[in-house]
């Protein structure tokens, strides 16, 4: 059974750094575009950051350029999403998902596999 878990989430202060994890089993990684993914209280789930597979292109939503950095390790079958200088409105649940397609986009909908999230929570 495919599985996606997500870690590294937790609580940090404005300015702080989180390193977020996304593993699977029973599929791997590197074949597949992933995408990270965000849902703060009372509002929609929506894209942070993606990367295609094969020439490894990537996207990011405006509120995280910049700050953002998504990357894999194939060996580890896991990719990244680096959070630096966090802001309070970075508080959310994140996700992450892959979309067997291997086309990175930030629409949920292309997605197939979802992780069950974790939780960032930035405050000081």
């Known amino acids: 059974q495919v599985q996606l878990v997500e870690s590294g989430g937790g609580l940090v202060q404005p300015g702080g750094s989180l390193r977020l994890s996304c593993a699977a089993s029973?599929?791997?990684?590197?074949?597949?575009?992933i995408g990270w993914f965000r849902q703060a209280p009372g509002t929609e789930r929506e894209g942070v950051s993606c990367?295609?597979?094969?020439?490894?292109?990537?996207y990011y939503a405006d509120s995280v350029k910049g700050r953002f950095t998504i990357s894999r390790d194939n060996a580890k079958n896991t990719v990244y999403l680096q959070m630096n200088s966090l802001k309070p409105e970075d508080t959310a649940v994140y996700y992450c998902?892959?979309?067997?397609?291997?086309?990175?986009?930030?629409?949920?909908?292309?997605?197939?596999?979802w992780g069950q999230g974790t939780q960032v929570t930035v405050s000081s």
């Open positions: 029973e599929v791997t990684l590197s074949y597949y575009a």
């Open positions: 998902a892959v979309n067997y397609d291997g086309l990175g986009s930030p629409n949920i909908y292309e997605y197939d596999i």
């Open positions: 990367i295609s597979s094969g020439d490894g292109s990537t």
